[in-house]
């Protein structure tokens, strides 16, 4: 069965620290693996990943996979209050049935205290 | 430009009863999937469409059914509700299939469904 675990569940630092969060995957048919913010609502996207050791960076944040160890990290550098959320790691893979989906793990709950 | 947009926001049904959540793609957006977050968990993927027609179904029951109309809107339905139903039901949309290349899936803001 397709799985994807991140972990911390839940993590509470101030702001200015930084923060690694993770996400591992044992799937068939990996396609790519992509990180969203999802605040109140909507889920957000902050990146794709399809191959390994190269990071993608926006701003403060930043993210790598590994398809040997099958897992990717997203890093948050000077956190803010802003960056309180919760955040999904998501990997895209082909399903005879289902066709091309993302499968989810269960998010990381960040907060950033003042 | 207008995100994917859903309706209704919010939604009270009592059991056995059915219901029809809306979706509008971002402009130029070509695929509709659907998905269920219950809450303190992610989502789960439920239906794809592209080009108006059924491209994946994830592990629901067949009281859950789409489509997708000529102008990529797509309707999610779902019949003889269950407790367990209640969840925010999401919707999401890309150019491509879902996140192939540079097409990855933007999301609506949800329909939060509460049965009764």
């Known amino acids: 069965e397709d799985k994807v675990v991140q972990s911390p569940l839940s993590l509470v630092v101030h702001e200015g620290d930084t923060v690694t969060l993770n996400c591992s995957y044992e799937v068939t048919n990996f396609r790519s693996l992509l990180w969203y913010k999802q605040e109140k609502k909507a889920p957000t996207f902050l990146f794709m990943l399809t191959s390994s050791g190269i990071e993608k960076k926006s701003g403060r944040l930043s993210s790598i996979l590994d398809k040997k160890e099958l897992f990717s990290i997203l890093n948050i550098t000077a956190t803010q209050t802003g960056d309180s959320a919760i955040y999904l790691c998501?990997?895209?893979?082909?399903?005879?049935?289902?066709?091309?989906?993302?499968?989810f793990g269960g998010g990381t709950r960040l907060m950033v205290k003042p | 430009d207008a995100g994917v947009t859903q309706s209704p926001t919010h939604l009270i049904k009592t059991r056995g009863q059915h219901v029809t959540l809306r979706c509008s793609p971002i402009s130029g957006h070509k695929s509709v999937s659907w998905y269920q977050q219950v809450l303190g968990q992610g989502p789960q993927f439920i239906f794809q469409?592209?080009?108006?027609?059924?491209?994946g179904r994830g592990n629901f029951p067949d009281r859950f059914s789409a489509r997708q109309f000529p102008n990529y809107s797509s309707e999610l339905n779902v019949n003889a509700l269950l407790l367990g139903d209640s969840a925010l039901y999401l919707c999401a949309s890309s150019f491509g299939a879902a996140g192939v290349y540079n097409s990855p899936l933007h999301f609506g803001n949800g329909t939060r469904l509460t049965v009764t």
């Open positions: 998501a990997v895209e893979l082909f399903d005879n049935n289902a066709g091309n989906m993302l499968t």
């Open positions: 469409y592209y080009e108006k027609e059924e491209r």
